[in-house]
């Protein structure tokens, strides 16, 4: 098969994914609530959080959407086992399993020197003729194909649930939960989500240095101006929040940095009408448990189930009667500089190829600017480079 017709084939198997368990649970129309987790290849993470949405309460209300960039038997069997809710799955067509030596993978011709000087990476590139060599970050580094397919997923998977599954659906009205496959969920975060689903943005997760005072905690929220590193896990989202956020697709797409999370801050603060606030739970009803990844490989997946432990302790604590606002701020966190790892022109365009797009005219003026920078490298569906 050509690298357009695998792609073609995702596509398909995506538009026609069989939703499992409704003839247990009803039809997919039926939902009440979404939940999307993004996974790789972490089986036995993946199996912890299978573990921790079976118990919680409500569960058989939702689509549970799995979206997978690596096509493994073992994780494919474990999901399709499951029994307590609908569940579906889709796949990112450009992950670099199907393309390891080709873009989106990494290109052997492509220049790979990430952590040398700038100058240097930047003039050997040049001269050697890498593919590309034109395009390294704003610290002189060079794409990492695995590190890119994070956000690249990322962004896919939003505009899929939203633009393609929930408008398929009809379930536009639905708020939208995003895990990874490195978490955990409290057996009443769905409990606890509906009780304050009135806001545009909410985080269920929050990365606590210390649990002690959790049972106090379970009945209060916060209400801050979302920050990246602060409010990234377990967000829920709606399609109004969804729509503004896709107005700015262009500049997602484009800004210098590997991360979705510090890649939408930059759009809440540099693009929406006003910056994203979002209400938190002070007691985190989603957990990160994963201690290895892209970035630190000594895996600990004993340590992950010590965590879980947490929500057994405090059982009695759980779902509360009431929640209320315990704080405000708004005070706004200075956003640090771009990280890097996304200065190729060929990221920018997958990326926003990957985006269920509307015509510009329909773009905010708050973003339409940005749209005249980019205009000419977007094409209706993505070429690979030759």
């Known amino acids: 098969l050509s690298k357009e017709e695998i792609i073609t084939s995702i596509e398909f198997l995506n538009e026609n994914s069989e939703v ?13 609530i979404i939940i999307a ?6 089986i036995e993470y993946l199996r912890h959080l299978i573990d921790t949405l079976e118990k919680a309460k409500n ?26 809710c609908r569940v579906m799955q889709i796949f990112y067509p450009y992950n670099i399993q199907l393309f390891p030596n080709i873009y989106p993978g990494q290109d052997p011709e492509d220049f790979q020197g990430y952590k040398v000087k700038t100058d240097k990476t930047y003039c050997r590139a040049k001269r050697i003729r890498c593919k590309n ?29 939203f633009d393609g599954i929930a408008k ?126 892209v970035h630190t490989h000594q895996c600990a997946v004993h340590n992950a189930a010590q965590q879980v432990n947490l929500f057994s302790r405090v059982s009695e604590s759980l779902f509360p009667n009431s929640v209320f606002v315990s704080e405000t701020s708004r005070r706004t966190l200075k956003p640090s500089k771009e990280n890097g790892g996304w200065g190729d022109k060929r990221d920018h365009e997958l990326c926003y190829n990957n985006t269920l797009t509307d015509p510009l005219h329909q773009l905010s003026d708050h973003s339409a600017h940005f749209a005249l920078n980019m205009v000419d490298n977007i094409t209706s569906r993505f070429l690979f480079p030759t």
């Open 20 to 32: 499992l368990n409704v003839n247990k649970f009803g039809p997919v129309q039926n939902s009440k």
């Open 168 to 293: 398929r659906y009809r379930l536009d009205q639905l708020w939208v939960i995003f895990l990874e496959e490195d978490h955990y969920v409290s057996p009443d975060f769905l409990y606890v989500l509906k009780k304050f689903v009135i806001y545009s943005l909410i985080s269920l997760g929050s990365h606590l240095k210390t649990f002690n005072n959790y049972e106090n905690e379970v009945s209060k929220l916060g209400v801050h101006p979302w920050f990246s590193s602060k409010h990234n896990m377990g967000m829920a989202i709606n399609s109004v929040t969804w729509q503004l956020i896709k107005n700015c697709s262009l500049l997602f797409c484009s800004y210098d940095d590997y991360n979705w999370d510090w890649s939408l801050l930059h759009v809440s603060t540099s693009c929406l009408p006003k910056w994203l606030q979002v209400i938190i739970t002070k007691a985190p009803r989603v957990l990160h448990v994963g201690d290895c990844g």
């Open 59 to 84: 569960i058989e209300d939702s689509l549970l959407i799995f979206s997978h960039d690596f096509a493994s038997i073992e994780i494919n069997k474990l999901i399709r086992d499951i029994k307590f």
């Open 133 to 161: 060599w034109q395009y390294p970050d704003k610290y002189g580094h060079y794409r990492v194909a695995k590190i890119t397919q994070i956000k690249h997923h990322w962004w896919w998977k939003i505009n899929y649930v």
């Open 37 to 42: 987790v993004q996974i790789h290849n972490r």
